[in-house]
Every structure is written in C-alpha cells, then in structure tokens.
C-alpha cells in the first residue's frame, strides 16, 4: 500500500469514528491528513459532501496552498485554508473540524472572554499537560464569512504541534501530531465542553470565577 493510500484509510476511519458521534451533521466537518513534508501536501474532505458516506470522493490531495495536485472535479474543503495554516506553521499530521452543539454553545458562553479556561480536570492532560494546577486556555474566535480573514485569525493561535481552537457559533479546530493525536484531543475538548455545561446547570457561578 502506497503512503498515500494507507493516509486515505487511516483518515477514512476518523471520518467513520466521527460519523459514529454524530458529529457530521447537515455536511459540515472537515479532515485533512498530511502525505507529505516537503513540499506539503496533504489530503481535505471534499466540499459539500455527507461526511458520514464512504465513497472514493472522500479526500483529495492538495499542496500547501490548498490547491488540487491532480485535475479533478471535486473541490477542496471550504475551509482548506485553515488545514493550510495548521501544516504550514507546525509539524502536526492531522487536523480536524466538526460543529457540535456543544461545541457551538461553550464559544458562545464564552466568546466575549476570547477564550474558555478548564483547570483540574484529569482530561486536560490529552494535551500533555501534567502539572496538577495548570490552566488549559482554548482560544475563541468570530466566525468570519471571508476564509482568508478566519484563517489568519486562526492561525495567530496554531503555535505548537498539537491544539485546538474554537470559532465562535461555528465549531472547532483540532490538530496533533498524527490522527490518534488529533483524535484524543477532540474527543478530550468535547468532553471538556459538555462537561462545563452541565457544571453550569448546577453551579451557574462558575461561568464567573476566574481561574
Ligand atoms: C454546511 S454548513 C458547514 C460549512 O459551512 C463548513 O463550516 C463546514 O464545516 C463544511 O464545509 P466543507 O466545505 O464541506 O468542508
Ligand atoms: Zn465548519
């Protein structure tokens, strides 16, 4: 099996695990896996499609512009231009982005702030935090319609090889090293939103306190 190939499955079962959350829904989500490092390229979701199908269409390979490698009819991700941002600036392997309602409300709480804080909690360390009073700071920003704005914003908080950020009433950003990375950390943020919502059900006040 090629690189390229078995790049396809590994992202092509994500996308199957992520369809199994339910976490694709009405077409929106996005994955991308890097091929190769130099010169970038890597494999998008095809715009528009439902996530949840597997079909050979699924991905197609671009450069590190975001542009199709091979003459095809089908167009990259919307928001290539963010998968772009994460492959040129870090050394990730994968990045991926789903719309949740949990996801799309926690920005929302919280997206005046510019970001939302979890402190404590034993998830926080699928991003390789170990020191018990350390503070996860998971930046928010507006959902701007013009791509190339939203992902300048974006990219102002891709800084290491693993993170994640959310867009306000949009959805979230994840990236790691490789997919198994990527993954954990989505699974881990998701947890993290729901998880504060529920807490705020109970303790309303801890939507104030500080940390
Ligand atoms: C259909 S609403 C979702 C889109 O606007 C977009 O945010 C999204 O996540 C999927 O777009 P896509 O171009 O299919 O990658
Ligand atoms: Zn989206």
Same mark, same amino acid.
């Not at 167009?75 to 982005?97: F, I, N, Q, R």
């Not at 979230?172 to 881990?188: C, M, P, Q, S, Y």
């Given at each position: ?6 790049? &396809? ?10 369809? !199994?959350?339910? &976490?694709?829904? %009405? ?14 390229? #890597? ?6 499609? +439902? /996530?949840?199908?597997? =079909? ?15 003459? =095809? ?17 870090? +050394? ?10 949990? $996801? $799309? ?8 702030? %510019? ?14 935090? &170990?020191? !018990?009073?350390?503070?996860? /700071?998971?930046?928010?920003?507006? $959902?701007?319609?013009?791509?190339? =704005? ?18 306000? $009433?949009?959805?979230?950003?994840? &990236?790691?090293?490789?997919? #198994? ?9 998701? #947890? ?20």
């Amino acid at each position: 099996m090629s690189s390229l190939e078995s790049k &396809w499955e590994e992202l092509a079962d994500v996308k199957a695990e992520l369809a !199994e959350r339910d &976490w694709f829904m %009405g077409t929106s989500g996005n994955l991308a896996i890097k091929v190769n490092s130099d010169p970038v390229q #890597f494999l998008v979701t095809a715009s528009g499609k +439902d /996530k949840r199908k597997r =079909t050979d269409e699924d991905f197609l390979l671009v450069d590190q512009f975001g542009r199709p490698v091979d003459e =095809t009819c089908l167009k990259p991700s919307a928001e290539t231009l963010l998968h772009v941002e994460v492959y040129k600036k870090t +050394d990730a392997g994968c990045s991926l982005h789903v719309h949740t309602i949990d $996801n $799309n409300v926690i920005s929302e709480v919280y997206g005046d702030r %510019g970001e939302v804080q979890f402190q404590g909690q034993e998830l926080i360390k699928a991003f390789n935090i &170990w020191e !018990e009073d350390a503070v996860l /700071k998971i930046p928010i920003i507006p $959902n701007y319609a013009h791509i190339p =704005t939203l992902a300048k914003a974006f990219s102002e908080h891709v800084k290491g090889d693993t993170g994640a950020v959310l867009i306000r $009433n949009h959805g979230i950003t994840v &990236w790691g090293r490789n997919a #198994f990375e990527a993954k954990k950390i989505l699974e881990a943020t998701e #947890f993290l939103f729901r998880y504060q919502l529920r807490l705020l059900e109970h303790k309303p006040f801890q939507l104030f306190k500080v940390v």
